[in-house]
């Protein structure tokens, strides 16, 4: 069983639907949890970088903690074909310039 | 420069050739790592180094694999002996110090026919 588990999708929504995306992990060591966006042929590019339960806002982004569950979520509000690529989970023990453990990455299309 | 730099973008190479992979991380950041990313797949950690020392390998997979920094900035990541299931997107991040977010770059992504 992987650390990290991420359903990969694809996950279709039509353009201005909230998008929901989410991670469940099996280390209690992780403590620092990231979502990367990553387009195809990109690199994976930072959305959102949080530490200990709770949420966190930023624009149409929000992240969600939820350290007890093991679980992190990312929602998407009025989402945009632009919107339309990869999304991937991360964490790590020590911070985020310690080594990262990434979810499989669920494709997300925004369909107009 | 502005983000990560890698090159080349695409390298192809016949199986048991050597092949070495280069990244710029952003100016000024100590910290340096390397990904491997297979299709469909997640990145998985390779290497990790802070300034010119390399403080975890742990993720190599073999010891065909390379990794250097000598002068505490570029990196090489160097593969020996190439085989087929090396093929995959390698990719680079940096970050200011250890506790600050990776920053990655667009990855080098490598055919071994």
């Known amino acids: 069983q992987k650390e990290v588990e991420q359903d990969p999708g694809p996950l279709s929504v039509p353009e201005g639907a909230i998008v929901s995306l989410n991670c469940t992990y099996s280390n209690s060591a992780f403590q620092y949890f990231m979502w990367y966006r990553q387009y195809s042929r990109k690199g994976p590019e930072l959305l959102m970088y949080t530490y200990s339960s709770g949420n966190k806002e930023d624009g149409r982004f929000t992240a969600q903690v939820d350290k007890s569950s093991k679980y992190i979520s990312l929602f998407i509000r009025d989402s945009q074909p632009s919107d339309s690529a990869t999304y991937l989970c991360a964490m790590s023990a020590t911070g985020g310039g310690n080594k990262l453990t990434f979810g499989t990455g669920t494709q997300l299309k925004v369909e107009l | 420069g502005a983000g990560v730099s890698q090159s080349p973008r695409y390298k192809v190479a016949k199986r048991g050739q050597d092949v070495a992979l280069r990244c710029d991380p952003i100016?000024?950041?100590?910290?340096l790592f390397w990904y491997q990313q297979a299709l469909g797949q997640g990145p998985e950690f390779l290497t990790y180094?802070?300034?010119?020392?390399?403080?975890?390998k742990s993720g190599l997979p073999s010891d065909r694999f390379f990794a250097e920094r000598p002068e505490g900035s570029v990196s090489t990541l160097k593969i020996q002996r190439t085989q087929q299931e090396d093929s995959a997107v390698y990719l680079c991040a940096s970050s200011l110090f250890r506790e600050q977010p990776q920053h990655f770059g667009d990855g080098t992504r490598l055919s071994i026919l």
């Open positions: 180094f802070q300034n010119e020392a390399q403080l975890d």
């Open positions: 100016s000024g950041h100590v910290s």
